[in-house]
């Protein structure tokens, strides 16, 4: 069975910083491509981050130079470090993986998708 499990989360003061990690068991990504998105109650879940098989890395305009996504294949998890946190990046972050090699950036096309974990930024 698949399990995508996130950790990481927590509260933060503005101008913090924080890394989500997310474990995967059950089957290797290695060749999967894999990504971050978040979602606040009443909105949709945006796409926050992502990355190819070999390491290439994609993330939103909204997070650009302030968040990175890697991965560590030999451990299975992947990594959202977040920098100069802002109260509008308060949301639930979760972690997604696709059969495929190459990124996305729309939901529906992860197939496996972890639980969330909470991040909430204070101003």
């Known amino acids: 069975q698949v399990q995508l499990v996130e950790s990481g989360g927590g509260l933060v003061q503005a101008g913090a910083s924080l890394t989500l990690s997310c474990a995967a068991s059950?089957?290797?990504?290695?060749?999967?491509?894999m990504g971050w998105f978040r979602q606040v109650p009443e909105k949709e879940r945006e796409f926050v981050a992502a990355?190819?098989?070999?390491?290439?890395?994609y993330h939103a305009d909204f997070v650009k130079d302030r968040f990175f996504i890697s991965r560590d294949d030999a451990k299975n998890t992947l990594y959202l470090h977040m920098n100069n946190l802002k109260p509008e990046d308060t949301a639930v972050y979760y972690c997604?993986?696709?059969?495929?090699?190459?990124?996305?950036?729309?939901?529906?096309?992860?197939?496996?998708w972890g639980q969330g974990t909470q991040v909430t930024v204070s101003s």
């Open positions: 990355i190819n098989w070999i390491g290439a890395a």
């Open positions: 997604a993986a696709r059969r495929q090699a190459n990124w996305s950036s729309v939901g529906s096309e992860y197939d496996y």
């Open positions: 059950g089957r290797t990504f290695s060749r999967s491509a």
